[in-house]
């Protein structure tokens, strides 16, 4: 399908970034993967060609680009099967906490370093007793004179090790009546007394992502760095989520795009009984299906992204987007793996990194059981 949402500029900027990745990403996959982290050269070289923070603008050291030049980097990135180097999550989920909330001062001190990927950032919502009930978390920030002192445990952090800021959700107000006006967000500098990187935690997929445990230790931050008012920090979430629902959205239709592509080359190479097994009405079928599944996952998705560029409120549609092409591009990729048979299983093979890096989609920026509770309530249910 001829896609209307990209201009010629954003075509030029498609071919630049993927010669990008073939020149400073393909490359390093393998050593990145078993290393289970990225070269923090490689963020610098993406920032310095203008692949970081696509959409800021230049008055903050930024490209001056839109949403659909960080689209472009999203889809290229799952078209050569990278799933650790989180630009994505740097660029168009954490960043923007910080153009949009952050005042000037914070704005001129940390944005130019993150599109220079000087600055590499995370954030830390997640800990080891609540996910998606935010209101629940545990982490607190005690205001004392001019500095808060966070203490509590952060886990299941992407970017954990490299980052160099984090934003923290920690409580500001412990008080159990204000459950969600109590919640704060609190920039914290890599380095600072009592900010403690845990372990690298092993995981199923995505390799060469350094998710990490990280915690909070009397750490003294100063008050200056609050994002916003206090109390704050969950509408400021509910308002960025939905962005970062749609850039999984995003990975999950181009990395199926691209295995049912690969699986239509490998099905018309491989031998079966003396003919090519893309000859058999079962695999023709299931590839049939996939490519459909995905051409309706693509169509919907391009009408949420121009609509999101355009500036709606999509709640609803981004929900729906999430939950649906995550668990469409889960059986997708299953479905392939399925026709490569026992080199399906090999790691070898970008079929099985895909299968394997997939499943967390349907977990993390809110599992795909959170997304219907909140469309449900969309629809007054």
Same mark, same amino acid.
């Given at each position: 399908?001829?896609?209307?949402?990209?201009?010629?500029?954003?075509? +030029?900027?498609?071919?630049?970034?993927?010669?990008?990745?073939?020149? +400073?990403?393909?490359?390093?996959?393998?050593?990145?993967?078993?290393?289970?982290?990225?070269?923090? +050269?490689?963020?610098?070289?993406?920032?310095?060609?203008?692949?970081?923070?696509?959409?800021?603008?230049?008055?903050?050291?930024?490209?001056?680009?839109?949403?659909?030049?960080?689209?472009?980097?999203?889809?290229?990135?799952?078209?050569? #099967?990278?799933?650790?180097?989180?630009?994505?999550?740097?660029?168009?989920?954490?960043?923007?906490?910080?153009?949009?909330?952050?005042?000037?001062?914070?704005?001129?001190?940390?944005?130019?370093?993150?599109?220079?990927?000087?600055?590499?950032?995370?954030?830390?919502?997640?800990? !080891?007793?609540?996910?998606?009930?935010?209101?629940?978390?545990?982490?607190?920030?005690?205001?004392?004179?001019?500095?808060?002192?966070?203490?509590?445990?952060?886990?299941?952090?992407?970017?954990?090790?490299?980052?160099?800021?984090?934003?923290?959700?920690?409580?500001?107000? !412990?008080?159990?009546?204000?459950?969600?006006?109590?919640?704060?967000?609190?920039?914290?500098?890599?380095?600072?007394?009592?900010?403690?990187?845990?372990?690298?935690?092993?995981?199923?997929?995505?390799?060469?992502?350094?998710?990490?445990?990280?915690?909070?230790?009397?750490?003294?931050?100063?008050?200056?760095?609050?994002?916003?008012?206090?109390?704050?920090?969950?509408?400021q979430l509910m308002q960025k989520l939905q962005q970062e629902r749609l850039c999984v959205a995003i990975g999950a239709v181009a990395g199926a795009e691209q295995v049912v592509k690969d699986t239509v080359t490998y099905c018309k190479e491989r031998q079966a009984?003396?003919? !090519?097994?893309?000859?058999?009405?079962?695999?023709?079928?299931?590839?049939?299906?996939?490519?459909?599944?995905?051409?309706?996952?693509?169509?919907?998705?391009?009408?949420?992204?121009?609509?999101?560029?355009?500036?709606?409120?999509?709640?609803?549609?981004?929900?729906?987007?999430?939950?649906?092409?995550?668990?469409?591009?889960?059986?997708?990729?299953?479905?392939?793996?399925?026709?490569?048979?026992?080199?399906? #299983?090999?790691?070898?093979? !970008?079929?099985?990194?895909?299968?394997?890096?997939?499943?967390?989609?349907?977990? #993390?920026?809110?599992?795909?059981?959170?997304?219907?509770?909140?469309?449900?309530?969309?629809?007054?249910?």
């Amino acid at each position: 399908m001829d896609r209307t949402i990209f201009t010629k500029d954003h075509d +030029e900027f498609r071919a630049a970034f993927r010669k990008f990745v073939a020149k +400073e990403i393909a490359p390093n996959q393998k050593r990145w993967a078993e290393a289970g982290i990225v070269d923090r +050269e490689a963020w610098r070289k993406a920032g310095s060609a203008g692949f970081l923070c696509t959409w800021l603008p230049e008055e903050h050291g930024g490209p001056g680009g839109d949403f659909l030049h960080a689209t472009i980097v999203m889809e290229e990135l799952a078209y050569a #099967y990278e799933s650790g180097f989180a630009m994505a999550l740097h660029s168009d989920v954490v960043v923007p906490y910080l153009h949009t909330f952050g005042n000037d001062e914070q704005r001129k001190r940390w944005l130019p370093g993150c599109a220079s990927g000087e600055l590499v950032t995370a954030i830390a919502m997640t800990e !080891p007793g609540t996910g998606s009930d935010l209101a629940a978390i545990k982490t607190t920030a005690v205001k004392d004179g001019d500095h808060y002192v966070l203490n509590g445990q952060k886990t299941f952090i992407s970017n954990g090790q490299l980052c160099d800021l984090v934003v923290v959700a920690a409580k500001t107000d !412990p008080d159990p009546r204000n459950a969600h006006k109590g919640i704060s967000l609190i920039v914290v500098e890599a380095g600072r007394p009592g900010f403690v990187k845990g372990k690298k935690l092993e995981k199923m997929g995505m390799a060469s992502q350094d998710t990490s445990e990280l915690f909070f230790e009397d750490c003294r931050v100063p008050a200056a760095n609050l994002l916003g008012a206090e109390g704050s920090g969950f509408m400021q979430l509910m308002q960025k989520l939905q962005q970062e629902r749609l850039c999984v959205a995003i990975g999950a239709v181009a990395g199926a795009e691209q295995v049912v592509k690969d699986t239509v080359t490998y099905c018309k190479e491989r031998q079966a009984f003396g003919k !090519p097994i893309s000859k058999f009405q079962n695999t023709q079928f299931k590839l049939v299906e996939c490519a459909t599944k995905v051409q309706i996952g693509r169509a919907f998705l391009d009408q949420v992204i121009a609509q999101h560029v355009a500036g709606k409120h999509l709640v609803t549609e981004c929900s729906m987007a999430k939950w649906w092409t995550t668990d469409m591009a889960q059986e997708v990729i299953d479905d392939c793996l399925q026709l490569f048979g026992g080199y399906g #299983y090999m790691l070898e093979y !970008p079929v099985t990194r895909a299968f394997m890096d997939a499943r967390v989609q349907r977990i #993390y920026a809110g599992t795909n059981e959170i997304m219907k509770v909140i469309i449900a309530k969309q629809m007054g249910l």
